[in-house]
């Protein structure tokens, strides 16, 4: 096993020229790693626990040596909050070893977005180490799927958040944050696939409204040479859409005078975009306007950057509301979701990178973390699996022990075994555990509310109408509660908007109400119908631009523009505040 990370790497030397041949390599240290599942798995668990038997937390439940029964006898399946006071401890100054005999050397936060309040992780090099193992595979994994993919660039919308300082002097940050911000970033190959069209300056840039802006305009200007395209969440990707269909004109003059706009005021900025500007190019703008010009802007993403082969963001979860949006824009080029991963730890990538994205599912790799599983399909969920141990068809919630500090800490994400590639599962990533509307014994899950909303959705598209984005909250301010979703909803493109079919908006939106609960489960049925314990569901309208200003508002609080899904569930009552204010119309299901 050592010698497979080792020759990995190996690959990934800061001088490496593009790699064409590789493929009966790396297809023999794929198969390698993903054969020996228990040996890696065993062994990997043994190195973690082996020097952290005399931490304050893991003294109470094992001898001092590693022994794998014991560890799971006796060491118990945590929540973030159960650890939380040990990590608090840390966070205010006491050394590592009360959680981990490795030194921590700072926190990742959470996104803060899938059910609550931001966590945060402790984390080390080893994290950073199995991130970059993750790109190398992913990245000799497209290079296979993907003819011609070496030849260009990646316009790759990627940020950074400015991190803050724990009492303990430690940052405490995002994932990619505490990755763009390391001597591995900085240091990285020079392939084609950490190869962007925009410069470092503008990933560091702490303003994400300026960076965004800057990450469009390098990619204009560099239109021919872009081969890919991409962000980590499809979210993300939509939003920078949008922000193009609303500043194409000013790119454009910028591109034409060869001069960044003065409001960008981030210093790294202006100096490396305008070496990419590279003076005046009125011909390049002339061109550009002309594609944005158009009515339609369906397939604007192949026609201003037309060597485009696909779009790399997670498209899996609640990012599969924005695959209708992106085939639209993108003229259905692939949508490449290639890697689950958290805050916790990296899970695993998607072997077959070109698949729908409905057929996504991660190949975990063992070498991460070590993972345990607690069936959901009934039966005892003490009852905790391996592994090598999962069934096909089966659902999980993972449980985590990485090198960190985590010890079987629950993750919260329940996913579904699909296949296996030689020994190591392959995971289809199904919903967050924790994200749930209730107000009786119902308990509508993200994928129950997802399912609902995409009835909507139908009704809403035969009337001329798109949906834009939605959240929801159980209210119980009213007696009975009542499940509550706000909807953004715009005219399709290329329709009139008229005031005058408001009528027809009311109407489909009431039948829109009908429809979702009709969606929902026999549980919420019951309580609804039945018992009375639940009042109409209720659409809560809201103008154009309320889900942006949700993002900023999450983003104020701590959240990563890079990392940001919109929660499916609002719990914040600011974040309700921002919507109430937003909300022009309401319709029940009566």
């Known amino acids: 096993m050592k010698h497979l990370c080792v020759t990995l790497h190996t690959l990934r030397e800061p001088n490496m020229k593009p790699i064409f041949d590789i493929n009966e390599t790396f297809e023999k240290q794929l198969k390698d790693l993903t054969s020996n599942v228990k040996p890696i798995q065993d062994n990997l668990l043994e190195e973690i626990i082996t020097p952290n038997t005399k931490t304050e937390y893991l003294q109470r439940f094992l001898i001092d040596r590693f022994d794998k029964e014991l560890f799971k006898k006796n060491v118990p399946i945590v929540s973030y909050e159960d650890i939380k006071p040990y990590l608090d401890r840390v966070v205010n100054g006491e050394s590592s070893d009360v959680i981990s005999a490795r030194t921590i050397t700072g926190f990742l936060l959470s996104s803060g977005t899938s059910g ?22 992913r990245m000799q994994v497209i290079t296979k799927h993907v003819k011609g993919v070496e030849e260009g660039k990646g316009m790759m919308f990627l940020f950074t958040k400015q991190e803050s300082m724990t009492p303990s002097g430690l940052p405490a940050r995002v994932a990619t944050s505490s990755y763009f911000k390391s001597d591995y970033f900085k240091n990285r190959p020079s392939n084609w696939y950490y190869s962007y069209t925009s410069p470092d300056e503008v990933i560091l840039c702490p303003n994400n409204t300026e960076s965004l802006y800057c990450h469009l305009l390098c990619g204009l ?21 949008e922000v193009l269909k609303n500043s194409w004109e000013e790119l454009c003059s910028n591109i034409r005078s060869g001069h960044l706009s003065n409001w960008v005021t981030d210093l790294g900025c202006q100096n490396s975009v305008s070496l990419v500007l590279g003076g005046p190019r009125p011909e390049l703008a002339d061109t550009i306007e002309e594609i944005c010009n158009q009515n339609s802007w369906k397939g604007i993403v192949k026609r201003l950057w037309p060597n485009t082969k696909y779009i790399e963001t997670v498209v899996t979860g609640s990012m599969g509301q924005y695959v209708p949006m992106l085939n639209y824009y993108c003229n259905d080029l692939p949508l490449v979701s290639t890697t689950y991963g958290s805050s916790e730890t990296t899970f695993g990538i998607n072997l077959d990178p070109l698949c729908k994205p409905e057929d996504v599912s991660y ?7 070590y993972f345990e599983f607690i069936p959901m399909d009934g039966g005892d969920k003490n009852d905790v699996v391996d592994l090598e141990d999962v069934k096909l068809g089966c659902t999980y919630e993972p449980v985590v022990t990485n ?57 809403l598209e035969s009337s001329g109408l798109d949906l834009k984005d939605f959240t929801s909250y159980a209210d119980t301010s009213t007696f009975p509660g009542h499940y509550v979703v706000y909807l953004e909803v715009d ?38 119908f039945k018992d009375g314990s639940i009042g109409p569901l ?18 104020s609080q ?30 029940f299901s009566i």
């Open 221 to 241: 200007v560099q239109r021919d040479e872009v081969v890919r395209t991409g962000s980590i969440f499809a979210s993300v990707m939509v939003r920078a859409i």
């Open 558 to 587: 701590g959240a990563s523009t890079g990392q940001y899904k919109t929660p499916r569930c609002i719990k914040s009552g600011k974040a309700l505040q921002v919507l109430e204010t937003c909300v022009v119309a309401k319709f």
């Open 403 to 459: 090198f960190a500090g985590l010890y079987r800490m629950r993750v919260g994400d329940i996913v579904l075994v699909t296949g296996f590639y030689n020994n190591a599962p392959q995971f289809k990533f199904v919903r967050r555990e924790n994200v749930v509307l209730s107000i009786d014994s119902d308990k509508t899950n993200e994928e129950d509310l997802f399912k609902a909303v995409s009835q909507a959705k139908l009704v």
């Open 491 to 528: 005219t399709k493109e290329g329709e009139e908007k008229e005031t005058a079919q408001f009528e027809l908006d009311e109407e489909a939106l009431s039948t829109c109400c009908l429809v979702m609960e009709e969606s929902l489960d026999n549980v919420y049925k019951r309580c609804r």
């Open 116 to 137: 609550g309040a931001q966590k945060m992780m402790p984390w080390n090099n080893k994290y950073l180490d199995n991130l970059t193992f993750i790109y190398d595979l």
């Open 363 to 369: 190949t975990f790799m063992p070498n991460m973390s």
């Open 538 to 555: 209720e659409i809560r309208v809201v103008r154009q631009g309320t889900f942006d200003s949700l993002m900023d508002f999450f983003i």
